[in-house]
């Protein structure tokens, strides 16, 4: 009867089962592949216990149903899960999506990388213990200021990166509540350290020229000297 029902790839897996249950064990949801009449393999779920007399196992009994439509369903949600992890981790910029107590329930490998830490790392984590005090107070409070008002936040911020290197970064900040009522913030990093540096460097350029006596320039629409 086993070699008739089950595929001969699972016939090990149903005879380990099949031992479970006669040495006295339950099983539950114990999923495996079996064949139709027709020769269709599918998944079937069997919830089976030992039978006693006078004390005695003297067989097993159990309940076998067709769970195909359920891993249907569960294959297509991790489908439709890995679709938009691949689209998140396409972003040049990090993204992160935090719950109501500012934990990271999501992030992007932008964000793995411009901080230099693991995703399992961040996952359930505030990075209080990754990030300077004085950073993580204020990315804190604005977090909490965007999930209890649910008004947009764009801020320029110290975050100290990869190797301990200090960038400039904006950070827009929304919320997001489903349909149960769960409050979620959901954040874009944008980093502007190169830009930022370069601005400060034509200041201090600029401020150096305008020390100099009698030193004068212009420039055409190009941006090119003309004297």
């Known amino acids: 009867h086993l070699k008739t029902t089950t595929p001969i790839k699972e016939i090990p897996k149903a005879i380990k089962a099949l031992s479970l249950v006669v040495s006295g064990k339950q099983l539950k949801n114990f999923e495996i592949n079996q064949k139709t009449k027709a020769g269709r393999i599918i998944p079937m779920e069997l919830n089976a216990a030992p039978v006693y007399q006078r004390g005695k196992i003297v067989g097993s009994q159990g309940i076998m149903r067709d769970v195909t439509e359920r891993k249907q369903a569960e294959e297509e949600l991790q489908a439709s899960k890995d679709y938009l992890s691949n689209i998140i981790n396409a972003i040049g910029d990090p993204v992160f999506v935090k719950d109501d107590e500012c934990r990271f329930i999501l992030a992007n490998d932008s964000l793995c990388e411009i ?46 990166g990869r190797g301990g290197k200090i960038l400039t970064i904006i950070t827009k900040k929304t919320r997001y509540v489903d349909g149960q009522g769960n409050r979620f913030l959901v954040g874009t990093i944008r980093d502007i350290t190169e830009r930022k540096q370069a601005e400060e460097e034509a200041v201090a350029y600029r401020n150096f020229l305008d020390s100099v006596p009698g030193f004068g320039f212009a420039k055409d629409i190009n941006l090119n000297y003309v004297f």
């Open 115 to 160: 901080l230099g830490i693991e995703r399992e790392n961040i996952i359930g984590k505030t990075l209080g213990e990754s990030l300077p005090d004085n950073q993580m107070k204020h990315f804190l409070e604005i977090d909490n200021m965007v999930l209890e008002s649910g008004q947009e936040n764009l801020s320029e911020e110290l975050l100290t």
